[in-house]
């Protein structure tokens, strides 16, 4: 049998790797609002959008350097509606635009282009951004 001071270190041992692995329940702060679930996205680029099916027309991740227009389409899934994001548009870690876009349902499909110059080559990006300023996602692609 242990001593009661072996007992004591198996005992904290087990709960230190029950809190670790969330194997213990936590009671919830009487004055906390509950965690709202993740919401989850998928960005993906094109050069327009077929708006009578709200699909994205050429998508790819890679254009050639004269290229007028790229368009981001985003899935939302599971954003509290109504809400917004904000697709942020990046060349080469430097912020080219802010589209603010409402969320008007739990799933919802959004898009916002960028018209570019033809000297705009290199790595481009673009977040998507929740209401409070969190990103929700992140997609990239190339003008070469």
């Not at 809190?19 to 213990?24: F, I, K, R």
């Not at 989850?40 to 350097?65: H, K, P, W, Y």
């Not at 018209?115 to 481009?124: A, D």
């Amino acid at each position: 049998m242990l001593d009661l001071n072996r007992q004591k270190q198996v005992l904290l041992a087990m709960a230190l790797m029950l809190l670790a692995t969330g194997g213990l329940a936590q009671e919830a702060d009487p004055g906390s609002t509950p965690q709202k679930a993740a919401a989850t996205v998928r960005i993906t680029f094109g050069t327009d959008i077929d708006r009578e099916n709200r699909e994205l027309v050429g998508e790819s991740t890679a254009f050639s350097a004269g290229i007028e227009r790229i368009t981001c389409l985003t899935l939302i899934q599971g954003l509290e509606a109504p809400s917004s994001v904000t697709h942020v548009w990046y060349r080469d870690g430097k912020t080219m635009a802010r589209v603010d876009l409402n969320v008007a349902s739990a799933t919802w499909r959004t898009w916002s282009s960028k018209r570019l110059l033809p000297h705009w080559t290199g790595h481009w990006e673009v977040k998507v951004l929740d209401s409070d300023g969190r990103v929700l996602g992140s997609a990239d692609f190339t003008v070469k």
